[in-house]
């Protein structure tokens, strides 16, 4: 049975950093596209970044570039998303998704950005 698992949000101020976990079992972590997703208030589930199956070329939404990073830890079966630079706008519930013939998705984590 596969189980994505997020863990790392709650409050923090504008400029701060977090860094978002999300524990995976049940596959293999090379065989998936495995995503960070949002959802702000009163808006639509948006993908913010994306790995691809070999860990390379990362996928990020114009609104986070430069400021989150996307990973994975193969051996912990792990994908993180660093979050630098925090912003008010940045608060939403994250969610991981796998996918390849299938999509699993995490319960969520809530994020937020507030003084």
């Known amino acids: 049975q596969v189980h994505l698992v997020e863990s790392g949000g709650g409050l923090v101020q504008p400029g701060g950093s977090l860094r978002l976990s999300c524990a995976v079992s049940?596959?293999?972590?090379?065989?998936?596209?495995l995503g960070w997703h949002r959802q702000r208030p009163g808006k639509d589930r948006e993908l913010i970044a994306s790995?691809?199956?070999?860990?390379?070329?990362?996928f990020y939404r114009d609104s986070v570039q430069g400021r989150f990073t996307i990973s994975r830890d193969d051996e912990s079966k792990t994908v993180y998303l660093q979050m630098n630079n925090l912003k008010s706008e940045d608060t939403a519930v994250y969610y991981c998704?796998?996918?390849?013939?299938?999509?699993?998705w995490g319960q969520g984590t809530q994020v937020t950005v507030a003084s």
């Open positions: 998704k796998a996918t390849s013939m299938d999509v699993y």
């Open positions: 790995l691809s199956k070999s860990g390379k070329s990362p």
């Open positions: 049940g596959l293999t972590l090379s065989e998936y596209i």
